[in-house]
Every structure is written in C-alpha cells, then in structure tokens.
C-alpha cells in the first residue's frame, strides 16, 4: 500500500520486495531505470577522511630583530608598596629605644584577649553533665534498637551513675553556698531591725 502510495515504479517496486526476502536493509536510494547495482555511497555518519597537512620545507622563524622589537624582552618595573604602617613602626622603634621595651605592642595584644574572655561565658558544668546524660540515655535507646543492648548496657550505666554523682556534687555545693548567703542576709537583716 505504501509503495502504491509513493509512486514507485515496477523495478523499484520489485528491488525493495527483494531486499526484503533477502532480510537485507532497504536501500537509502533507488534508482529508477537501472538494473545495474547502484555503487554504495560513504555512510552519512562516517567522519570525513583527513588529509594530512602540508608542512613547509623550512620551519618558519622569525629574526630577532622582529623578537626585540615587540614587548617579549621588556620588564615590567617593580613598584613596591608598604605593606605595613610605617608611622606605627618608628613609634614602636622609639619607644624599644627610649625604654627598652615594646610597650604598644603589649598593649594591643592584651586588649583582644580581654574581650575574648568578656563575650565566651563559663560554661555550667551541671547543664554539661544534664546534656551528657541524656546523650548516653539516647545512645543505650538506640543500641538496644540494633539488638545491642546487652553489650552497652553496664558501661553505659555505668558512665550515668558517675555523671548523676558528680551532678548531687554540684547540687550540695551550690546549696551549701545558698544557705550561706540566705543567713547572711537574714543576719544582716536581723541585726537593722533594731536599730529602726
């Protein structure tokens, strides 16, 4: 039906039914009138064949006049450039020489260290031992869900019973200070109300 469709001629018609019966591809191209076997054309996608280039009977060079006279052989002028305050430098000079010492120096290294320790607050030791206990609660949960639990079950105890020791450590510590200051002030407080 197609080859009705598209106008073939009988020869045609009959090359294609053979390719056909053979298995073969069907030709990209059919010749109307020949019986003749058409001569196989290169294949579109093979790439073209490269013809070696021609390479001259002496290399070319060029003359040094022709090199000297472009900017291959001039530098470039070196600028420096301070790289530090100069000012600063002959004060610091000054007072080595008149004291002995580099006092400035001392000065501002003394200064971002001061600041340092002002922003970082101390840690609370109590809320670090809070934090490390729950972290062993949370990894004994998580080997017992892996069927591990028997292995880290005593070290892991173990370890939370020492952190909750030191944590009632802590606590006695801080109630203790407590107590001393609540009198204090009842004392002080105590020892004004007569005078009033």
Request: charged share 35%; glycine share 4%.
């Amino acid at each position: 039906a197609m080859m009705e469709e598209s106008k073939l001629t009988h020869f045609q018609r009959r090359s294609l039914m053979d390719c056909v019966k053979r298995g073969d591809t069907l030709p990209l191209q059919c010749h109307p009138t020949s019986s003749k076997e058409p001569v196989p054309a290169a294949p579109a996608f093979s790439p073209p064949v490269c013809q070696p280039c021609r390479l001259p009977a002496k290399p070319h060079l060029r003359p040094a006049k022709v090199c000297q006279a472009g900017d291959a052989y001039t530098r470039e002028k070196f600028r420096p450039q301070p790289r530090r305050d100069l000012e600063k430098e002959k004060e610091r000079l000054q007072n080595i020489l008149a004291t002995g010492k580099d006092v400035v120096e001392h000065n501002v290294k003394r200064m971002p260290v001061q600041r340092k320790e002002e922003e970082i607050p101390e840690p609370d030791r109590f809320e670090e031992l809070v934090n490390e206990v729950q972290e062993r609660k949370e990894f004994l949960e998580e080997m017992e869900a892996l069927g591990q639990g028997k292995k880290y079950r005593s070290i892991v105890l173990t370890e939370i019973s020492q952190k909750l020791r030191e944590m009632e450590i802590i606590d006695k510590m801080r109630s203790e200070a407590m107590r001393e200051i609540m009198t204090k002030d009842f004392s002080g407080g105590n020892k004004s109300d007569p005078h009033d």
